[in-house]
């Protein structure tokens, strides 16, 4: 239970029985009792000092005696008993919420006791301590100044029945005298201002001394003292010196002006003791105002801080600190400076009541005056007064003021704002006045100039995280847009948000074309230029982003920057290798050039629009190549089909529709699972399962209808569905069929042309015998017999002489010719050289029989050949020469033989009139086939025929021989 407020009655008693009477209502109505007495201890002795209620004959003091010596609450039937310091509660039926409620306040009531009886003690001390307490207790420990004083003032006169009493504090104190300023007055009228003067003997023995000064008129008039006091014109008075710790205070003044009142040594004393309470008590007032100023500047800055940590802008955090500054700290005005990017010169931010033609002239330099010197140091640097203290000026303007004693302030404090990116500039407080700092003062500026720091830090933080956030908005939106489509409206609004975010006056994008010419050109608040302009933008495009000179800018702007869109190795990229898609020009009408920050985020939105117009340009290239897969797939003549990942069929090229749709009905939309018949599904099952599963895909053959398949099955990118490659087997099989018919055929034919071929060998080599037959009867019967027949016709030419021995003798002539001509002839048919004496002499034969001069050259190795390889190559060259003299005209001819490894070359040519393959190819199917015997002649050998010639080049046949 919630105890209620102790009565009055009970905390202002001035005596131990007013106190137990009024405990004893208190308690009784609080443990809700019958009846409650209190005991307290009395000259060792429990007396019982008050009671409340009935019941209370059951109470004899025993149980209270316990409990007073045990210390503990005891309980024993209807009664219960409650110790607290040298007393004892004793209640008739109280209930325990009651009497737990008591037994939390024992203490204070503890407190309250020994306090009452500590009053009743002291009461007997007499006149001076009675009223000194009497003080003390009116003000109960007061630490407001004025009540404190004014009451000093007032118990002052009532103790000494006298009718006026002020306290004074001394304003001034010099030449050992002082003065009053403040008063403190009981009754004076209002019009009484106070203000006595103190003499130095006076003041002497007041303050060195210590002693009240007592004055009576009818003793003292006519001294200086009486002077001093003639204003107020007493008849008595009482002095009293007020001072604390050895520093002259004031003083305490009574007096009566009704005459004859006196003054008695007592009434000094007491005079005195109530001036030493007074002093006391202005001490303690000092010190609590000091303690409380700096408890609420330790608050103050506690809150401050607090404040400024949650103002997250700069330009909100600023006037922030300077209003707290001033308010804290007293100042007339404030200003934050900010240290330039050149490190030297710090310039205003912002201000708070200082003039503006100040706020707008003034700068300051690092190390010189306040704020230089704070910002150099990076300590807080104060400045009493400017008037007397000279700490030169950071302008010419400051300098000027100072000089002229026209500056401002007096009292200027410089204090440091630090971050952890270094000094962030110096926040200045002045004061039309001296410096009202003290050292305590200042290192509370310190401290708060520590906390304005953090929060211009936080602040800073903050806006770079702002910044950044606004950034990667705008680079999301520019993606955002390229990504949805590219059209002109698109690439203005493109335009338009990177010119704002590089906090630029008007942009352009252009883009670049196969020929890495601008193409096309999208604006912002600005005149699409001309082509040459573009061109020329185009000549400055640098690596990344560029700061452009004026003059490189578009017409009237002062400073600008280019990027180009670096597109990287794409598909249309444009043939200038560099794979430049674009560019992005902003400009400003300021001269300044970009910042970094703006050069980098530049670069960011371009690498962003090239990064989307890339993707873009790669996605149009797939679409082609799609486009060109499902040309293949549409012309294929393997039957494919795809299907998503549950096995229904998405696709169906026209060789499957075409093979399997008057079977199954329309493929898209039908499970492909389901097609082969129920004999061969378990194979497409286990097939679909290994391609969903291995990269290898897998594989099956299947019967759907009449067809027999053989399907192959491959994932399509990452669990998107597969594609089933099939082809018709029956198909196959009929291909397969042909192709072994065409084979027999083939081997039928070979097997016809090595008959032939070999047919063709033995007629060569039946021809060859024949002729050397022919040629052997040629010689040895014909020839014999003809040159027998001349032998006789010369014996019976030389027996028959006269006129028929001429006739014989022509017939002689006739033959001899004619046995040279058979002779000749058989040599042809088979020149018998070749068998004596070898290739090379028969075509040395060859070659004086020929009409046309021809020569024999031999290269390489000479050597014999197999026989039937020379009679291959003198027949051949037989031939040729044939034709040479037949057909050529020509003037020379030429055999070459060359031996090399394992062959022989020969070749005729001659220098005469050519001729076409057509002309031979004709001249062979009118039944001329010398050429064509050759070939075949050549192919039989080994080897292969060769003709070179044209109309008027002549001609060359040449063969190699295996031999
Ligand atoms: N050295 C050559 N110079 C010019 N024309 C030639 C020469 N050799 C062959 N020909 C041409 O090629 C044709 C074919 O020659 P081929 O030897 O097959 O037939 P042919 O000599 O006319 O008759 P055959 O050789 O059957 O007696 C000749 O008719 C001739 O027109
Ligand atoms: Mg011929």
């Not at 403040?182 to 103190?198: H, L, R």
Request: charged share 25%; hydrophobic share 45%; with cysteine.
């Amino acid at each position: 239970m919630t105890l209620p407020p102790f009565p009055p009655a009970l905390t202002n008693a001035s005596s131990v029985a007013g106190f137990a009477a009024a405990l004893a209502e208190f308690a009784c109505r609080v443990a809700g009792a019958h009846g409650v007495r209190v005991w307290v201890v009395h000259d060792a002795h429990l007396d019982a000092v008050a009671e409340e209620g009935r019941g209370l004959g059951l109470s004899d003091g025993t149980l209270a005696g316990r409990a007073l010596a045990g210390g503990a609450v005891l309980e024993e039937g209807m009664l219960s008993a409650l110790p607290f310091g040298c007393g004892v509660l004793e209640f008739v039926g109280a209930r325990p919420e009651g009497l737990e409620a008591l037994q939390g306040v024992s203490p204070l009531l503890t407190l309250a006791l020994e306090g009452v009886q500590a009053r009743e003690a002291r009461r007997g001390h007499g006149r001076i301590a009675e009223t000194v307490e009497g003080l003390v207790r009116r003000l109960g420990g007061s630490l407001n100044l004025r009540e404190v004083l004014t009451v000093t003032a007032q118990s002052a006169a009532l103790a000494l029945g006298f009718s006026r009493a002020f306290v004074g504090l001394f304003d001034e104190v010099q030449d050992g005298g002082a003065r009053t300023g403040e008063v403190f007055t009981y009754g004076f009228d209002d019009a009484f201002t106070g203000g006595i003067g103190v003499g130095p003997v006076s003041f002497e023995r007041l303050m060195t001394r210590g002693e009240a000064i007592r004055y009576d008129r009818a003793r003292d008039a006519g001294t200086p003292f009486a002077a001093s006091l003639a204003e107020l014109g007493p008849e008595v008075a009482v002095l009293a010196p007020l001072s604390a710790r050895g520093r002259p205070l004031g003083l305490l003044y009574v007096d009566s002006r009704t005459p004859g009142a006196g003054a008695s040594e007592d009434d000094a004393r007491l005079v005195l003791a109530l001036a030493e309470q007074a002093s006391l008590a202005i001490d303690n007032a000092r010190l609590y105002a000091i303690e409380t100023r700096k408890r609420e500047a330790a608050e103050a800055l506690r809150e401050a801080g607090a404040a400024l940590a949650g103002s997250l802008h700069l330009s909100d955090t600023l006037p922030r600190v300077l209003e707290r500054a001033v308010t804290l700290f007293h100042a007339d005005a404030a200003a934050v400076y900010e240290l330039q990017p050149d490190g030297r010169t710090l310039n205003i931010r912002s201000a708070l009541g200082l003039p503006s033609e100040y706020v707008l002239r003034v700068r300051a330099k690092v190390g010189a005056g306040v704020t230089g010197r704070a910002a150099e140091r990076r300590e807080v640097v104060a400045a009493r007064d400017l008037t007397t203290e000279h700490y030169g000026g950071g302008s010419r303007y400051t300098r000027q003021l100072l000089a002229q004693g026209k500056y401002p302030y007096r009292g200027v404090v410089g204090l440091p704002l630090v971050t952890r990116a270094g000094v962030f500039g110096v926040l200045t407080l002045y004061w039309d006045a001296p410096l009202p700092l003290d050292e305590d003062d200042q290192a509370l500026c310190g401290v708060f100039a520590a906390q304005a720091s953090l929060a211009i830090e936080n602040a800073r933080l903050y806006e770079e995280e702002l910044r950044r956030e606004r950034e990667s908005a705008v680079l999301l939106n520019v993606g955002r847009l390229l990504g949805e489509d590219q059209g002109d409206e698109t690439l203005a609004e493109a335009a338009r948000l990177s010119t704002l975010a590089l906090s630029a006056g008007r942009g352009l994008i252009a883009l670049l074309g196969e020929g890495g010419e601008v193409t096309r050109c999208a604006t912002y608040n600005l005149h699409p230029p001309r082509p040459e302009e573009l061109a020329s933008l185009l000549s400055q495009l640098g690596r990344g982003p560029r700061p452009l000179a004026r003059r490189a800018c578009l017409p009237v702007a002062g400073s600008a920057l280019i990027v180009p869109l670096h597109g990287g190795d794409v598909v249309g990229s444009g043939g200038d290798g560099r794979g430049i898609l674009g560019f992005l020009y902003v400009d400003d009408p300021g001269t300044e050039p970009p910042s970094d920050r703006v050069l980098a985020l530049a670069r960011s939105v371009a690498d962003q629009m090239a990064l989307t117009l890339t993707r873009e340009r790669l996605l149009v290239a797939l679409e082609r190549e799609e486009a060109r897969y499902r040309q293949l797939a549409e012309g294929a003549h393997d039957l494919i089909l795809s299907a998503d990942t549950q096995g229904i069929i998405t696709y169906a090229n026209p060789a499957a529709a075409r093979l399997l749709e008057p079977l199954t009905g329309p493929l898209p939309g039908a499970q492909v699972l389901s097609l082969p018949t129920p004999a061969t599904q378990g194979a497409l099952r286990a097939a679909w399962d290994a391609a969903s599963t291995s990269l290898a895909g897998g594989r099956a053959e299947i019967q759907v209808g009449s067809y027999r398949l053989e399907v192959r099955l491959s994932a399509v990118g990452a669990g998107e569905g597969v594609l089933l490659v099939a082809r018709d087997l029956s198909e196959l099989q009929t291909l397969a069929e042909e192709i072994t018919r065409r084979g027999q055929a083939l081997e039928a034919a070979t097997s016809r042309t090595l008959e032939l071929r070999s047919y063709l060998t033995l007629f060569t080599q039946a021809q060859e015998e024949e002729r050397r037959r022919i040629s052997r009867e040629l010689h040895d019967d014909t020839a014999q017999v003809l040159t027998a027949t001349t032998r006789r016709v010369a014996r019976l030419a030389r027996e028959l002489g006269g006129e028929h021995k001429e006739r014989a003798d022509d017939i002689l002539g006739d033959l001899n010719a004619a046995i040279e001509s058979v002779r000749r002839f058989a040599r042809n048919l088979r020149p018998s050289m070749l068998d004596d004496l070898g290739l090379l002499p028969a075509l040395e034969w060859l070659a004086s029989q020929a009409q046309t001069e021809t020569r024999l050259e031999i290269s390489g190795q000479e050597r014999r050949l197999s026989p039937a390889a020379e009679l291959t190559v003198f027949r051949l060259a037989q031939e040729a020469l044939n034709n040479v003299d037949k057909h050529a005209h020509a003037h020379t001819a030429a055999i070459r033989v060359a031996f090399g490894a394992g062959q022989v070359r020969v070749a005729i040519s001659d220098d005469g009139r050519g001729f076409t393959a057509e002309e031979a190819e004709a001249q062979a199917r009118s039944g001329h086939l010398g050429l064509l015997g050759l070939r075949e002649r050549a192919t039989l050998a080994g080897g292969e025929l060769e003709v070179v010639s044209a109309p008027g080049q002549g001609a060359t046949l040449a063969f190699t021989l295996p031999g």
